[in-house]
């Protein structure tokens, strides 16, 4: 009889290599970051932790064993989404994987804004010794959050280290530690003037795609900063252009954008309050780690039971 697959296209440790092995002795495990390490293995395998782009052609097939598989990101919108429905395919998040390098790269943003710490590092390259008009601070402004998940809850937390007032927006509206009031989204136009920092760690569904555009950064105050960590097409990226040359907000810090790299023409390089990163806000030394022991062994756990995976389990009708 042949043995189980279950394929994780990363590179592991051996200590977490083992403690896979642990779980399911009897199956057969393929682990590597080369398609050549696991090609061969799509189509018999049962688990794919992992998914990438070309894995489809080889998985999705007649004949596919495919039954659950786990992304290795929090953002699952580039995924076949629909196909692993109608084939009863689970798919689990990596939610909650970030929380804290991004919470602490949003505080990284905010702070380098407020204090113009990034105006600062240029000077220092030319040996420029200027004020530049540093008179803005943190202590007890208010953040507007949008999305208050596993992200959102920890940047909610540290904002509470600095006085903030905390302004929540989800879709359920449901109250949360930290967040001093709880918004819906379809209240965000009558809260944007109250808000000197907006936050975004939404995903990227029907319902938050140009969720931000024109209409909502006139309602900013041009004293705000704009900060978005969550999906680039939840912005209307020209409105936001647009806003930051008509200096309708303060400045924005970017890590993601419509069009990934972001393309050496796109104005947003030019600006002196705004600064970038390159979709990098997740980064951590501690991430394979996360991934596989936080979520993946416990589903794999529940799945090996035949029980409903606990962690990070997507609803395809919400879209995450």
């Known amino acids: 009889m042949d043995k189980r697959k279950l394929i994780v296209t990363q590179k592991l440790d051996e200590k977490l290599i083992k403690s896979i092995e642990e779980i399911v002795p009897e199956w057969e495990l393929i682990v590597g970051k080369e398609q050549s390490i696991w090609q061969e293995h799509l189509k018999d395998a049962e688990i794919i932790a992992g998914w990438k782009k070309d894995i489809a052609q080889y998985a999705l097939t007649d004949g596919s064993k495919l039954r659950w598989v786990q ?4 953002g699952i919108n580039s995924m076949p989404l629909n196909e692993f429905n109608s084939r009863n395919i689970l798919l689990t998040s990596a939610n909650g994987v970030h929380s804290y390098p991004i919470s602490e790269t949003i505080f990284a943003l905010m702070l380098a804004l407020t204090r113009k710490i990034h105006r600062y590092v240029k000077n220092q390259q030319i040996k420029k010794w200027h004020h530049s008009g540093l008179r803005l601070e943190l202590h007890g402004k208010t953040m507007g959050l949008f999305g208050v998940g596993a992200i959102g809850k920890e940047t909610a937390k540290i904002a509470k280290a600095f006085g903030m007032n905390v302004l929540g927006f989800r879709k359920s509206g449901q109250p949360e530690e930290y967040v001093d009031r709880m918004y819906t989204l379809d209240q965000m136009n009558e809260i944007l003037p109250e808000c000197d920092y907006i936050v975004v760690t939404l995903p990227l569904t029907n319902e938050t795609k140009h969720l931000f555009g024109k209409e909502q950064f006139n309602k900013m105050k041009s004293t705000s900063f ?65 991934v596989i022991e936080d979520i993946f062994i416990p589903n794999l756990k529940s799945y090996l039971k035949e029980e409903k995976l606990p962690i990070n389990l997507v609803d395809y009708l919400k879209g995450y």
């Open 71 to 74: 992304s290795w990101s929090a």
């Open 226 to 290: 704009f900060i978005n960590i969550g999906r680039g097409d939840i912005v209307v990226e020209s409105d936001l252009v647009e806003a930051l040359e008509a200096e309708k907000i303060a400045g924005a810090g970017l890590d993601v954008f419509e069009k990934e790299p972001l393309g050496d023409n796109s104005p947003l390089w030019d600006f002196e309050n705004v600064i970038i990163t390159p979709h990098t806000a997740g980064s951590t030394e501690y991430y394979d780690n996360r």
